[in-house]
């Protein structure tokens, strides 16, 4: 098992064990996931930027063109110096680090395989399971073959060219967003929802917002077979595809196909079977109570393996910190899982805090919430000659609690900035009345929620027509 950054932050008992799995210190998040993710999405707003300085001024003769392989390579770089900055603090820290493949044998004991075979067993009180999860694959002809996924995309060596990204999860959405961003011809082929299990209004919305901006979708299709027309660097691929509706089926050639359709936990071969600890056979994650403690009681879990919880970095290094702390520092707080905020790097960021608009119907009647909302147009955007009509931000309150917000969601640049500010307001109790009280500061996207004055329900116009 590999080294993950949860388990980084509080593997520090020669009594406790860590299984994890990955290719590099850091686990997903900083190899193949938010870090690579990120700084992907930076380069494709620099495009766009570059687009914009023209009306602000900046004169300049050559066309302007991204160049993958510089990309790739100072992203790499800074990974790699990410993972060497693990390995010193787990040195400093006298924490062993075995870069081998474990599984439980029997009770309080697993094997670790490294990659010349050799096998050494170890014992300990305690474990933890931080696992994580790998990239899912459809089970078609030629998908293992010649698709990739987001795990091998973020260190590609080559630019994948004209893409097929399959799939409408964060994921799909981020990676069309960016490789779109940086001149590339990208579609994404839907089977239902964008998004799903977020707020559908601004699932459609960033949707909405990325077809506008030269991104195509094929919605309602599922891929059943990829053949390889041409090898290379990239190549080309066809892919033959039916609707998820009807007999209709649609054949399109492509250079890269990139599955983003899921990722399943990464337990079902590390003996659990052989301890005892309960998985849910369908999905591979692990039961566990309110403090992160398996049926098994010597054996604890934390991440994305968890079953109900956010598949979120912070939120696995959160539980795993405090994981460590009542363990061995005489602490009892547990991990809080509610009102965790998140944020969605497609080209136009979504942030959201809270209740989507439909959990919240479910979960409170729609009688019983006032929603307020409003589009609004970001200075920035105004003299570049960007839409005014665009950026949007929602709250979702109850009326019966003292019109406390419950949802909070921003479609706009820098969202995941403004949402981590709103985040802790939100877990102090923040009402509608409290965000009226705050004065904004002027000019930015996040004062628009100081003065929501709107709500759904009144059916009144929120199209802005100034700043």
Known sequence: MRLTLQSLEFVISMFLITLTLHMCLGG????VGCVPKKLMHQAALLGQALSDSRKFGWEYNQQAKHNWETMTEAIQNHIGSLNWSYRVSLREKAVAYVNSYGEFVEHHKIKATNRKGQETCYTAAKFVIATGERPRYLGIQGDKEYCITSDDLFSLPYCPGKTLVVGASYVALECAGFLAGIGLDVTVMV?????????????????SYMEQHG?????????VMVQQLEKG???????VAK???GPETMEGVYNTVLLAIGRDSCTRKIGLEKIGVKINEKTGKIPVNDVEQTNVPYVYAVGDVLEGKLELTPVAIQAGKLLARRLF???????????????VFTPLEYGCCGLSEEKAIEVYKKENLEVY??????????????????????????KFN???????HILGPNAGEVTQGFAVAMKCGLTKQLLDDTIGIHPTCGEVFTTLEITKSSGLDISQKGC
């Open 191 to 207: 089977r239902s929802v964008l998004l799903r299990g977020f707020d559908q209004e601004m699932a459609e919305k960033v949707g």
């Open 402 to 408: 003292n019109n406390r917000v419950i949802g909070f």
């Open 329 to 343: 520092g005489d602490h009892l707080e547990k991990c809080d899982y509610i009102n965790v905020p998140t944020t």
């Open 215 to 223: 991104i195509k979708f094929l919605r309602k299709f599922i891929p």
């Open 233 to 239: 660097l990239p190549g080309k691929l066809k892919v």
């Open 373 to 398: 909302h409003t589009f609004f147009w970001p200075l920035e955007w105004t003299v570049a000659g960007r839409d005014n009509n665009t950026c949007y931000a929602k709250i979702i309150c109850n």
């Open 28 to 31: 997903t998040c900083v190899n």
């Open 243 to 245: 609707s998820t509706e």
